[in-house]
Every structure is written in structure tokens, then in C-alpha cells.
């Protein structure tokens, strides 16, 4: 569809505004909406700024203010999400080459918390060695990290639910951790197509991961940023463990 293809084109094309005053612009109206809408309690994404990045579980810093992470299929979104999010282009690596970067980034957002970027799964031209070291890395942060307070599960609306995300879904529920769904490039689907999965998303998630959370989004448009900041700061408020 020649929709489709305009679409892809636009959004790698804004990597040329990196500070200039058309980017900030759009960080502010964007951050205002979201703060508006979310009220006060809403966390402070537009004062994400990149904190450290992670290769190795032994090197997480020491757990302390809420955590909520971003994960999902490699090219899902997920760093995209976390820039739409903040308001900001480049805040998080949006990949060319999926899957090749196994580092858990954080995002500090001040006193509120963090935002954490997991490496992505399920990239076909990624050797096994990487994929194991994926399962120790992102394994062990969702099965162990104290000041984990909830995930944000990323997925291409036009590809949801695959069997590694389902694999996610459940090491999720194993350590009964919070989960809230992004249905991402939901601007690559017709409204009906997009509302039809959210239905159909929600209704396995009620089966698969009771208490989940499910929502559309997209990052090109800038759509479900209002929906997304208040679950996120739902995720932040309550202490961890009462997923479900
Ligand atoms: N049309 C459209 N494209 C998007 C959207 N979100 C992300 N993309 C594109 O999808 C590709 C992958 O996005 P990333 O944010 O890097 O994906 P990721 O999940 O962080 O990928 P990894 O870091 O490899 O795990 C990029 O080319 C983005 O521009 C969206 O909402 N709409
Ligand atoms: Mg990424």
C-alpha cells in the first residue's frame, strides 16, 4: 500500500531536526498534552536524559526509584516509544539494524523513577549467542530487579502476540509483574483493522495475563501518548507485586 510507504519514509526523515528549534517545539506541545491530561501525579517524561546503558546483570546500579521498562520483538518500537513518550528524537537509539545492541539503557526521570530500554528478541539474523545472552540479561532484570514497578510490553499492531512476546507474557506473570501493552504503528493500520486487534489483544490477554492492560499507539502520529502516560504513572504510584 503506497500509504504504508510514506509513512515509513517520513519518520526516518526527522533525524535531520536533532536540535533545532522545530524538534523542541514539537517536545514542549507534546509534553504539555500529556501533563494536562494526565494530571499531576503524571511522571516527568520530558525530563528523561540518558543515564547509563548495561551489558552485563552484575553491573545494574543499585535498585532504588521505580523502574518501568520497554520490552518487545526488536524493531517493535520500543525506543521509539520511549522517544515519543519524552517528546524528544533521539533520546533512545531508534535502530537501522535491529536486534545487534544488547544493552538495557536507562533513562533517569529524576526523583520519579526511570525509564529502561530492553534489548529487543525475535530478530531472525541475530546469532544464538546473542539471543542467550538476551535471555540472561532481560531474564534476570524482569525475574530480579526490586525496583522493577511494571513493563510496557511492545508490539507491532500489525504483528501482535507472536510466541516469544508470549514467552514475555509469561516470564511477566511468573515474577507477577504489571504489564501494559503498546500496540505500536497503529498508523499503519486502517482504524477498523486497528480496533479489531486491540479487541482481539484484549481478549487473550485476559486469558494469558489477567490485570494486563492493552492500548494503541504510535509514535509517527503521536497517537496513545495521553493513554500511555497514565498507565505509566499508574505503574509508578503502587507499590510493587499487585499485578493481576
Ligand atoms: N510507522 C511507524 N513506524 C514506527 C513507529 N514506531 C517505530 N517505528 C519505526 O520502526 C523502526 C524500529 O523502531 P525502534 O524504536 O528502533 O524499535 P525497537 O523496538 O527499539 O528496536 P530494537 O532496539 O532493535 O529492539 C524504526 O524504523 C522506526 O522509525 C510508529 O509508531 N509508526
Ligand atoms: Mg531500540
Redesign the pocket.
Known amino acids: 500500500m503506497s500509504p504504508v510507504k510514506r509513512?515509513?519514509a517520513r519518520?526516518?526523515k526527522p533525524r535531520k531536526d536533532v536540535g533545532t528549534g522545530k524538534a523542541r517545539n514539537f517536545t514542549v506541545a507534546g509534553n504539555r498534552e500529556g501533563a494536562k491530561t494526565a494530571g499531576a501525579s503524571a511522571l516527568p517524561f520530558a525530563a528523561a536524559a540518558y543515564t547509563l546503558s548495561v551489558h552485563d546483570p552484575r553491573e545494574l546500579p543499585r535498585a532504588g526509584a521505580p523502574e518501568i521498562a520497554f520490552a518487545?520483538?526488536?524493531?517493535?518500537?520500543?525506543?521509539?516509544?520511549i522517544?515519543?513518550l519524552a517528546g524528544r528524537r533521539r533520546l533512545?537509539?531508534?535502530?537501522?539494524t535491529?536486534?545487534?545492541?544488547q544493552l538495557i539503557n536507562f533513562f533517569s526521570l529524576g526523583e520519579a523513577g526511570y525509564l529502561v530500554?530492553l534489548?529487543?528478541y525475535g530478530?531472525a539474523g541475530v546469532p544464538g549467542e546473542v539471543r542467550d545472552h538476551w535471555k540472561i540479561l532481560v531474564g534476570s532484570y524482569i525475574a530480579e530487579r526490586a525496583s522493577l514497578a511494571g513493563v510496557v510490553v511492545?508490539m507491532d499492531a500489525r504483528h501482535p502476540l507472536t510466541e516469544l512476546d508470549l514467552t514475555l507474557l509469561e516470564w511477566l506473570r511468573e515474577s507477577n509483574r504489571r504489564a501494559h501493552v503498546l500496540l505500536?504503528?497503529?498508523?499503519?493500520l486502517s482504524k477498523q483493522a486497528a480496533q479489531a486487534t486491540l479487541a482481539r489483544v484484549r481478549a487473550q490477554l485476559a486469558e494469558l495475563s489477567p490485570g494486563a492492560t492493552a492500548q494503541l499507539?504510535?509514535?509517527?502520529?503521536r497517537e496513545g501518548v495521553e493513554e500511555a502516560t497514565q498507565a505509566l504513572s499508574r505503574f509508578a504510584r503502587k507499590p510493587r507485586g499487585g499485578a493481576g
Do not use: M
Request: glycine letters at 10%; a positive charge.
Open positions: 509513512v515509513t519518520i526516518r518487545g520483538r526488536s524493531n517493535a518500537g520500543k525506543s521509539s516509544a522517544n515519543t533512545a537509539f531508534v535502530s537501522k535491529p536486534g545487534r545492541t530500554d534489548p529487543g530478530y511492545v505500536t504503528k497503529s498508523d499503519k499507539f504510535s509514535s509517527l502520529k
